[in-house]
């Protein structure tokens, strides 16, 4: 079945430590998101991706940084300068945007 | 300045008390409207999508309009399993889904 998968589903980070998301899909999409959401914020856009190699900062990139080397993988890396980094994130991808996203499960960042 | 704004945050109903959910867009040059709906601890699982104002679109106990300002969900006679968190996107020229806060239904038996 085609979709999209967020590995691992929980993650703890010591402060100090970079840590990275994994976010893999066999849908084909030319186009990947990285979001993050927290209580009562909404999705927030981290990074975006419209095709390989390519990539654009989104609302809150600062702390956070990607790549896209292949098709099917957009992996978000947690770095040491994201101040706040406890947070649900979410990890999306779509052919086109007018036809909306297909998200994957997610995965949750705490750091302990 | 919100772009997206979704209300009422939260609503409680009771089995079978209809009602409407609420979003809101000051986007201009809008491509689709997006209904989504979230369990916890879940990605968002799509709905509807809408483009165009006077578009209607229904789903079991679900249905979603648009006009050119705003767009309501619908929930007829909704049940337990209807409780879930509802998030709204928009489409704009340029950039990616632009979501609202989501509103938070509880239906209760």
């Known amino acids: 079945d085609g979709g999209i998968t967020q590995s691992p589903k929980y993650l703890f980070r010591k402060e100090g430590q970079n840590v990275t998301l994994s976010c893999e899909q066999n849908l084909n999409h030319d186009a990947m998101y990285w979001y993050r959401q927290d209580p009562g914020q909404g999705l927030r856009l981290i990074y975006y991706s419209q095709i390989v190699n390519d990539f654009q900062k989104g609302d809150i990139a600062e702390g956070y940084s990607v790549s896209r080397e292949k098709k099917e993988s957009f992996p978000l890396t947690v770095t040491s300068a994201q101040k706040n980094p406890t947070a649900f994130y979410l990890c999306a991808s779509s052919m086109d945007r007018a036809y909306g996203y297909t998200f994957g499960s997610g995965t949750r960042l705490t750091v302990v | 300045e919100d772009q997206v704004t979704q209300s009422p945050e939260a609503l409680r109903l009771q089995e079978g008390e209809s009602s409407s959910l609420n979003c809101s867009y000051t986007?201009?040059?809008?491509?689709?409207l997006f209904w989504y709906r979230q369990d916890p601890g879940k990605g968002p699982e799509f709905l509807f999508t809408l483009y165009s104002a006077g578009e209607e679109k229904e789903k079991e106990r679900l249905k979603a309009t648009l006009t050119k300002k705003e767009s309501f969900l619908h929930i007829t006679a909704p049940k337990p399993e209807d409780s879930a968190t509802y998030l709204c996107?928009?489409?704009?020229?340029?950039?990616?889904?632009?979501f609202g806060k989501g509103t938070t239904l509880s239906v209760s038996s």
């Open positions: 996107a928009v489409n704009q020229a340029g950039t990616a889904l632009i």
């Open positions: 986007v201009s040059g809008l491509r689709g």
